[in-house]
């Protein structure tokens, strides 16, 4: 065999590899990334798309135990190849319908929703109201972000100006016109574009994107790094007009891939959400949904606090003996094997091969949720005790990244996507991170814990004479927080107080 061909085909085996390892960690990462009713959603899909796939029927309920917090767990993953051929059939049409599209932005273009929310009325679980709107879910990030009260005002404006799809299809010069017309900012479209990039870090991945193109790359920019991603951002950013045609030929061809890395590549981009925005909702009065707890924390009256994963009807997955023995048979029998038998073993081999990866994938999402809480309560242990807000230490995500040993998108997606209930309440995980202020003295302390504060002087306050900033600043520094009187406006200006001439 010549050289090149040698190199040539190590290339293949060695993108297959890459390929075959980055579906089981997507796979792991879509699966934590679901709530439970969608989570349970993915699990029924799956067995109805896989006949290797079985359930047991027994009640599994006894088998989840309360988790303590210091406990181990050994889970392990896997590098099956394994393809959800439900929803890439799913993202597939809304992608097709989106590129379609392209050019008829007045027009309502359908969206890939994900998974439905279970409905089985017979489950027994606490449903909680969420009227939080899209708006909304963008000013809390918006307050968790460092920003001048420039960049506040433009972020703000910006927010409001998104399209229902989470795109920003205003241009920066008319933008920057606006602002200047209706609010008397003369803000530079370079300054417009600074923040404009700040909002496209936000969740979900491809919000404030000003065209789909730009949509879908800052999807692919949110992947961990591989040989797939840089294909992927490859095909967006150089071949797109042949991608929205779907002229796969000249792709591979372009990019020389064989027919399987092709699939593969395709099935990928598939995955890609043309309307991010949808998934955070619509408006106040249209986004009300049901919520179930991922966890369930008790605290018990000494201060011990356990957790639970919450399993609502989650079953327990195993291969079909049926699929394992016909696997069985058919290797044993390799011989004098006829051509219908080999297709049959390569079909069993494949089946029986996707449910061992789609069981592993769902242990690793056991494992990865339970090493998350277990972490965010060992840090906001107090807070778990006594339910006060000014409890919350500083925490972000690098922080239980680092406690867990997990990625950092890994974190960002359980956050994003599960709640919890506790003895005080049900929160959204998103709820025990916040940025922290260092004092002079070396003293660290939660910007929730200073806005607690804030928000007690000011409901204190006598009514015919309400403090200023500068009052506020000097009360606050008495009860050793040594922040700054822009940092007071700041933060009263995010709980929703207006200044002080407005609160008599």
């Not at 309560?377 to 006594?386: A, G, N, S, T």
Request: charge should be negative.
């Amino acid at each position: 065999m010549a050289q090149g061909q040698v190199q040539e085909t190590r290339q293949e085996q060695a993108l297959k590899q890459l390929q075959t390892i980055s579906q089981q960690q997507l796979l792991q990462s879509q699966l934590v990334e679901l709530p439970l009713n969608q989570f349970l959603e993915r699990i029924n899909t799956e067995m109805d798309d896989n006949p290797a796939l079985e359930a047991d029927t027994h009640d599994h309920d006894e088998d989840m135990a309360h988790e303590d917090y210091g406990a181990d767990e050994d889970t392990t993953g896997a590098d099956e190849d394994f393809a959800a051929s439900k929803e890439r059939e799913d993202r597939q049409t809304a992608l097709d319908e989106a590129l379609s599209g392209i050019g008829r932005d007045d027009e309502d273009l359908p969206v890939y929703h994900g998974s439905g929310m279970a409905t089985d009325e017979e489950r027994e679980e606490i449903i909680y109201g969420d009227t939080v709107s899209f708006y909304d879910r963008l000013k809390e990030q918006m307050g968790e972000t460092e920003l001048t009260e420039r960049q506040a005002e433009i972020m703000e404006y910006l927010i409001g100006s998104l399209d229902d799809d989470g795109l920003l299809r205003k241009s920066a010069d008319s933008i920057a016109d606006e602002l200047a017309i209706y609010h008397g900012l003369d803000i530079s479209t370079e300054e417009i574009d600074r923040v404009t990039a700040i909002l496209q870090e936000f969740d979900p991945p491809g919000i404030g994107a000003r065209t789909l193109q730009e949509c879908l790359l800052l999807q692919i920019d949110r992947r961990d790094e591989s040989r797939l991603k840089t294909l992927m951002r490859t095909v967006i950013g150089k071949y797109f007009d042949e991608f929205t045609k779907k002229h796969w030929d000249k792709i591979s061809a372009a990019l020389k891939l064989n027919d399987e890395q092709t699939e593969a590549l395709a099935r990928e981009l598939r995955r890609l959400n043309p309307k991010p925005g949808a998934a955070m909702g619509e408006t106040v009065g249209k986004n009300i949904h049901q919520i179930t707890p991922d966890f369930v924390i008790d605290t018990q009256d000494d201060g011990t606090v356990t957790f639970t994963l919450n399993s609502g009807d989650i079953p327990e997955l195993h291969v079909s003996q049926s699929f394992a023995d016909m696997l069985k048979e058919y290797q044993d029998n390799k011989a004098g094997m006829s051509r219908q038998m080999k297709e049959a073993l390569l079909y069993t081999k494949k089946k029986v091969a996707a449910a061992q990866g789609f069981i592993e994938a769902v242990k690793m999402r056991h494992r990865t949720l339970t090493l998350t809480m277990r972490a965010i309560i060992k840090w906001q242990h107090r807070f778990f005790e006594e339910g006060d807000e000014a409890a919350l230490r500083p925490m972000i995500l690098k922080d239980i990244a680092e406690k867990t040993g997990l990625d950092l998108s890994t974190i960002s997606r359980v956050s994003n996507s599960k709640y919890a209930q506790t003895r005080w309440g049900t929160f959204p995980l998103r709820y025990f991170f916040s940025d922290g202020y260092v004092t002079e003295s070396g003293e660290e302390l939660s910007t929730r814990e200073i806005k607690a504060a804030l928000r007690d002087i000011i409901e204190a306050e006598d009514k015919k004479r309400p403090l200023s900033d500068d009052a506020l600043k000097a009360e606050l520094n008495k009860k050793g927080y040594p922040i700054a009187r822009r940092t007071v406006a700041k933060y009263r200006e995010q709980l929703g107080i207006p200044i002080a001439r407005l609160r008599k």
